[in-house]
């Protein structure tokens, strides 16, 4: 069974700080992973999707890489801002048997990130 | 493009009442889901459709909880009757299929939170 973690649980950083947010996951037979940011009370927006055959993607001051053989992602964020404040979610999918599975994804329990002026 | 549409975005009731959720996913997405997110965890899978059709319904509750989605739009989840540990919020995401593969980004709307006393 597929089980993602992540570290650390929440981060309070000064804004204009880079940081790091870390995701780990126990299979490492995935088809992707994606990296989502939820504000409090809202849905989930999607920021990044790493396929399992790439290595990283970046948006913006975002970049996110993927480590598929060792089970692990980082997100990078940099120059950190107030509006950046929110949780950050990653999650894998299983591989995608009969094209179907692909949204099946195991989430972890997410990094709450706060940004202070 | 209008996003996954979803109501109601609070309902509260008391153990063993029923209630319903809909959602309206993004425009010509063919993949429907319903994820359940309790506070603090991160989201976890309930039913998965294909157009009208359930690819994947294993974490569902089907003692308490019902799903339909009827030509192939619109969904409903059903819960009845409700428990206490229902309490959670459930969010519905969609997915496209886009030519020469299948990307797997889910799109998110922005949740039901249910609150059972």
């Known amino acids: 069974k597929q089980e993602v973690t992540q570290i650390p649980a929440a981060l309070s950083v000064p804004e204009g700080e880079n940081l790091v947010l870390n995701c780990s996951f126990t299979?490492?037979?995935?088809?992707?992973l994606q990296w989502f940011r939820q504000d409090p009370g809202k849905g989930l927006t999607s920021l990044l999707l790493i396929q399992s055959s790439q290595r990283e993607q970046t948006s913006g001051r975002l970049n996110a890489s993927l480590d598929k053989s060792s089970g692990r992602s980082t997100l990078y964020i940099a120059a950190s801002q107030p509006g950046d404040s929110a949780t950050y979610l990653c999650?894998?999918?299983?591989?995608?048997?009969?094209?179907?599975?692909?949204?099946?994804?195991?989430f972890g329990q997410g990094t709450i990130l706060t940004v202070h002026p | 493009e209008a996003g996954v549409a979803q109501s109601p975005r609070y309902k509260i009731i008391e153990k063993r009442q029923s209630v319903a959720f809909w959602c309206n996913p993004i425009s010509g997405h063919a993949t429907l889901y319903w994820y359940q997110q309790i506070l603090g965890q991160g989201p976890k899978l309930l039913i998965q459709f294909q157009n009208n059709g359930v690819v994947d319904d294993s974490q569902l509750p089907k003692d308490r909880f019902s799903a339909e989605r009827l030509k192939g739009v619109d969904s409903t989840l059903k819960i009845q009757p409700a428990k206490l540990e229902d309490s959670a919020v459930y969010l519905c995401?969609?997915?496209?299929?886009?030519?020469?593969?299948?990307?797997?980004?889910?799109?998110f709307g922005e949740g039901s939170r249910l609150t059972v006393l």
């Open positions: 299979d490492s037979a995935i088809y992707n």
């Open positions: 999650a894998v999918s299983p591989p995608n048997a009969g094209g179907t599975s692909y949204g099946k994804l195991t």
């Open positions: 995401a969609s997915s496209p299929r886009t030519s020469g593969g299948v990307t797997g980004e889910l799109f």
